[in-house]
């Protein structure tokens, strides 16, 4: 347990101080972008910035969350250390532009790749000399990612034990990732930087009414997170298919962004930039009045569309984006308070494309407050089970299957299981 103390302390400081720095730059990218409307229009410039930078300098790190997920189901090599400054400024020019992506996969990326440095790095007394061993330490940096760049550690825990097996986990990476976890944040918000607040919700008492609300509400998020993952990869697909060279396919779908952008700028006028990058003042207002009925789809779209082109980022906070605006269009219909569905919609979403029920029902818990813990965890089950075996991650692999029915996936990766009807 000292030892893993230890070894938390350093990952903790690693991966809190590598978010503290990434947090603070891409609020300044997101600022100065929406100072400057006129870098929209280098969206196709800097894909192929992007695409540049990852073709000649990082093909040994150009599989970004799955490679640390296949690292840990069979370690081979130490994750390069390039994984973190180049993903860092994948991201950064990506949300210069005006791409729709997250920070989850940045920060998660930094945090493996420095986790898995101290393989190489430790004094022999603590140095990793078995494979179970850096399994852990990668898990460790994952979750310490996930916490700080969130401001959840216990679903950061969670999260790292969760995500690389689908309905399995590994509890001998318990103590390191939770060590690693509240470590990260702490340290994060030791640099004096914070998170996005919600509203804390108002719960309403239990009642048929609001239970059957509920696995709607996580039946369709279910769905959306379906369509969301299909919707990547289908356009990662087809930019494969038209584009040989890797480095113009972001130029393409930057270009292809951009035009969309102004279509949408001449029907609904300049509310078309609350769906560029994070969107996080959107997310706020989903919480407050319901938004409008297309406000997911068009998130799902431009996110879609940027990742799948291979710009680079995260998904997990645009899909907190579809989920809340999924949520709060459903409150004119559904009989719960508009900030109970969004926020339910917020992590159910999430659950449903990453697999990951326990981490996105404690988040909820952490971000809403329990009082909502009925209506969140009910949400997240119900998405990760509509969502059938596939997801963001295409290492993952199936533990346990989510029907009897498909009991045959067992043991296989998703990746695998794609286009199966």
């Given at each position: 347990m000292l030892r893993w103390l230890l070894l938390?302390?350093?990952?903790?400081?690693?991966?809190?101080?590598?978010?503290?720095?990434?947090?603070?730059?891409?609020?300044?990218?997101?600022?100065?972008?929406?100072?400057?409307?006129?870098?929209?229009?280098?969206?196709?410039?800097?894909?192929?910035?992007?695409?540049?930078?990852?073709?000649?300098?990082?093909?040994?790190v150009a599989r970004g969350n799955n490679q640390l997920i296949e690292e840990i189901h069979q370690p081979r090599d130490v994750v390069p250390l390039r994984m973190a400054p180049l993903v860092l400024l994948g991201t950064l020019l990506t949300h210069l532009v005006?791409?729709?992506?997250?920070?989850?996969?940045?920060?998660?990326?930094?945090?493996?790749?420095?986790?898995?440095?101290?393989?190489?790095w430790l004094p022999?007394?603590?140095?990793?000399?078995?494979?179970?061993?850096?399994?852990?330490?990668?898990?460790?940096?994952?979750?310490?990612?996930?916490?700080?760049?969130?401001?959840?550690?216990?679903?950061?825990?969670?999260?790292?034990?969760?995500?690389?097996?689908?309905?399995?986990?590994?509890?001998?990476?318990?103590?390191?990732?939770?060590?690693?976890?509240?470590?990260?944040?702490?340290?994060?918000?030791?640099?004096?930087?914070?998170?996005?607040?919600?509203?804390?919700?108002?719960?309403?008492?239990?009642?048929?009414?609001?239970?059957?609300a509920t696995l709607l509400l996580g039946l369709l998020s279910g769905l959306t997170a379906r369509?969301?993952?299909?919707?990547?990869?289908?356009?990662?697909?087809?930019?494969?298919?038209?584009?040989?060279?890797?480095?113009?396919?972001p130029v393409a779908g930057g270009a292809g962004l951009?035009?969309?952008?102004?279509?949408?700028?001449?029907?609904?006028?300049?509310e078309v930039t609350r769906y560029l990058g994070l969107g996080v003042p959107t997310i706020v207002a989903a919480f407050e009045a319901p938004l409008p009925w297309y406000s997911f789809g068009l998130k799902l779209l431009l996110t879609s569309l940027t990742l799948g082109a291979g710009f680079k980022g995260g998904e997990v906070t645009p899909l907190f984006f579809v989920g809340a605006a999924l949520g709060s269009a459903l409150a004119l219909v559904l009989p719960l308070p508009v900030a109970l569905l969004a926020g339910v919609g917020f992590v159910a979403v999430f659950s449903g494309a990453a697999n990951t029920p326990l981490a996105c029902t404690l988040m909820g818990l952490e971000l809403f407050g329990l009082p909502a813990a009925p209506y969140l965890a009910l949400g997240c089950v119900v998405a990760y089970l509509t969502s059938g075996h596939g997801g963001i991650y295409?290492?993952?692999?199936?533990?346990?299957?989510?029907?009897?029915?498909?009991?045959?996936d067992a043991g296989r990766r998703l990746s695998q299981l794609r286009g199966r009807r």
């Open positions: 938390g302390g350093v990952v903790s400081a690693l991966a809190g101080t590598a978010s503290a720095g990434f947090l603070v730059a891409l609020d300044w990218t997101t600022r100065t972008r929406e100072a400057q409307p006129w870098l929209l229009g280098l969206l196709p410039v800097g894909g192929l910035l992007v695409g540049l930078l990852y073709h000649y300098f990082g093909q040994s005006g791409g729709s992506a997250g920070r989850e996969g940045t920060a998660v990326q930094m945090g493996g790749a420095l986790a898995d440095q101290l393989s190489r022999r007394g603590l140095r990793l000399h078995r494979p179970r061993e850096r399994r852990l330490l990668l898990i460790a940096g994952i979750s310490a990612g996930f916490a700080s760049v969130f401001g959840t550690p216990l679903a950061g825990a969670v999260f790292g034990l969760e995500v690389f097996r689908v309905g399995r986990l590994r509890y001998e990476a318990l103590l390191p990732s939770l060590l690693a976890a509240f470590g990260a944040d702490w340290v994060t918000r030791a640099w004096g930087v914070g998170h996005t607040h919600y509203l804390v919700l108002e719960v309403p008492a239990l009642s048929a009414a609001g239970v059957a369509g969301f993952v299909a919707a990547v990869h289908a356009w990662q697909s087809w930019f494969g298919r038209l584009i040989a060279w890797p480095p113009l396919r951009l035009a969309l952008v102004g279509l949408l700028y001449l029907v609904i006028g300049p295409g290492a993952q692999v199936v533990g346990t299957a989510k029907h009897p029915r498909l009991g045959r």
